[in-house]
């Protein structure tokens, strides 16, 4: 087979192969996934229409969150991709553990369900947040929902098999916003000190108020795209899921998470250095560079967390050959 | 000849203890969505009522002046009204009608001063409208000048109850008076509005005495204009927000 890469000469990349398999190949599976589902699994229609019933209202809330501009909680609807690539890699595992209880117990059997009362609570939870229209309660109360029902349904040794991705759920709950806003002062504030100490080493009168940076004829402020936090955040999510991926050890999980944010919060500080010594010399230039979208720090951030994730921790990804190869 | 392929077996349907356990699930998030969508219907509903208000209550007379931009943000930007109650002796007593859509409405009042600046010295929920009819009546100190306002804070409801409840806060310490606020409006249904009245308490007036009895009375006023707007108030009747009255 002919790739893009390969015709222009060059090798393809085995990741980046293996990455657009897999894309391709669940998407091809579509529609035969949607005639299996509707023949042998609509009963999940039963708990999943009220289920996301049960999400409406909050959702709406979640939006106006996600939406603010430069938000740092921007990236929390991707969440669930990411869980569900942690499930996906865990699949084999969690089948496996479903089969050998099916084949010990049978169907009528206790160890085969578990207790309702996880998703009860859960139930609690979102009714508590609708009274209180608090949109954090609502999503915990959600994923202690959505958890609860795979306990139920499951039982407690093939949930137990479900939990990393369950627990990376827990990073889709919205901060409250009181707390975003005490964080973002203080990080605007350290990014704007940080990067003053960068430029005093050509320009030594350069100085700082708050989160303004102010040089002889140029002054600049770490707020809106470079804030921080907003790179901060999803590069510590992004990190956390590297590490739940590749399984790594709580210890160097840390180390990882540590370094993610070290990264992070050194990347912008150098973003808003580069801000003040550019806009000495030109002003329109360094107004594009502060504005430019948090998500290109991200990425960056996180590409220098991958290569350091490839020294410290396991390096074989999961996604082997065997799990994208075409049926 | 060829032999017809054969269709496929249809899969055997879940077992019924499987079945069981969709079927107990399903109930349990009916019924918790039904719940919900009717919560949010109710709460969707809350701050459609903002009554009139006397222009006059006694000696006292009213001029217009609505809330500032920046409070009646960050009290979510509410319909309100604002009027200012002066007397003969040009004693002053500044009150505000805030229509209760969302909890944001019901945040500290002491934010609602101009300049700010204040703390919060002393609270008590006295019956100040008649038995079982609670204001919440608060000293409030300028943390640098030392000057002092009294302030009385209640929530009306259509049918002319009040309560004094706790301001809401961001933090986990507020939780239980918005669940109790939410609990109210869900359950009864009934639209509420919240009011304060306040005044500065002059200096030669040491025990505030002046300042509780105007403020008493303006409040009282308030009140009982805002208990006949509640009685013929029925949703879609709602006045303009500069509706007034003379009392």
């Avoid at chain 2, 919900?36 to 701050?47: A, D, K, T």
């Avoid at chain 2, 600046?117 to 929920?125: I, P, V, Y």
Wanted: glycine share 8%; charged share 15%.
């Amino acid at each position: 087979m002919t790739t893009p890469a390969a015709a222009k000469g060059k090798a393809p990349s085995p990741q980046w192969e293996t990455i657009r398999q897999a894309v391709h190949s669940a998407l091809a599976a579509l529609p035969e996934f949607a005639r299996k589902f509707w023949s042998e699994e609509r009963h999940w229609l039963l708990v999943l229409t009220p289920l996301f019933l049960l999400l409406y209202g909050p959702f709406q809330w979640f939006l106006r969150i996600w939406a603010v501009p430069h938000s740092p909680l921007a990236f929390q609807p991707l969440v669930p991709l990411g869980a569900l690539a942690l499930a996906w890699a865990d699949r084999k595992a969690i089948q496996e553990t479903y089969r050998a209880m099916a084949d010990i117990y049978l169907p009528t059997n206790k160890r085969r369900r578990g207790t309702m009362l996880l998703a009860a609570l859960g139930c609690v939870l979102m009714v508590m947040a609708y009274l209180m229209m608090l949109a954090p309660l609502a999503m915990i109360g959600f994923i202690v929902t959505v958890a609860g029902i795979l306990l139920h349904l499951y039982g407690g040794t093939v949930f137990l098999t479900m939990l990393r991705p369950l627990l990376f759920l827990f990073t889709i709950v919205p901060l409250p916003s009181a707390g975003v806003d005490l964080l973002q002062k203080s990080f605007q504030a350290g990014s704007a000190a940080a990067a003053t100490q960068v430029i005093k080493l050509i320009h030594p009168s350069t100085r700082v108020i708050g989160n303004r940076i102010i040089l002889d004829n140029y002054s600049t402020t770490a707020s809106g795209a470079s804030s921080g936090l907003n790179t901060l955040l999803p590069t510590l999510v992004l990190a956390l899921w590297l590490g739940l991926f590749r399984k790594m050890k709580v210890g160097v999980l840390a180390v990882l998470l540590t370094a993610a944010g070290a990264i992070s919060l050194l990347l912008n500080s150098l973003r808003l250095a580069l801000v003040g010594l550019i806009g000495v010399y030109n002003t329109a230039w360094a107004e594009r560079l502060h504005d430019l979208s948090p998500w290109v720090i991200t990425g960056l951030a996180f590409y220098l967390t991958y290569l350091l994730a490839e020294r410290i921790g396991p390096r074989k990804s999961r996604l082997d050959e065997e799990d994208f190869a075409t049926p | 000849m060829t032999t017809p392929t054969p269709a496929p077996a249809s899969p055997p349907p879940p077992h019924p203890a499987i079945m069981a356990g969709f079927r107990r699930l399903a109930a349990l998030l009916v019924v918790t969505a039904l719940l919900g969508l009717f919560i949010g219907f109710r709460l969707e509903r809350q701050g459609q009522w903002l009554p009139r208000v006397p222009d006059q209550i006694g000696a006292w007379t009213a001029v217009e002046r609505p809330l500032e931009d920046r409070t009646a943000k960050a009290l979510g930007s509410p319909r309100s009204l604002g009027r200012q109650y002066v007397n003969l002796l040009d004693d002053r007593i500044e009150t505000h009608v805030i229509a209760a859509e969302s909890f944001d409405a019901f945040r500290e009042p002491a934010m609602c001063m101009p300049g700010q600046g204040f703390s919060l010295t002393a609270e008590m929920f006295p019956d100040v409208f008649g038995p079982g009819k609670q204001a919440r009546a608060m000293v409030l100190k300028h943390d640098e000048s030392g000057t002092r306002v009294l302030m009385l804070f209640w929530v009306q409801y259509e049918d002319g109850s009040t309560t004094g409840l706790g301001p809401l806060r961001a933090s986990a310490a507020d939780l239980m008076p918005r669940l109790t606020t939410g609990f109210r409006a869900a359950t009864s249904g009934k639209q509420a509005v919240i009011v304060r009245a306040y005044t500065f308490v002059s200096p030669t007036d040491p025990k505030a005495i002046l300042a509780r009895r105007g403020l008493y009375e303006v409040a009282q006023g308030l009140f009982k204009e805002i208990e006949k707007d509640g009685k013929a108030w029925r949703p879609g009747t709602t006045k303009a927000t500069t509706g007034s009255a003379t009392q």
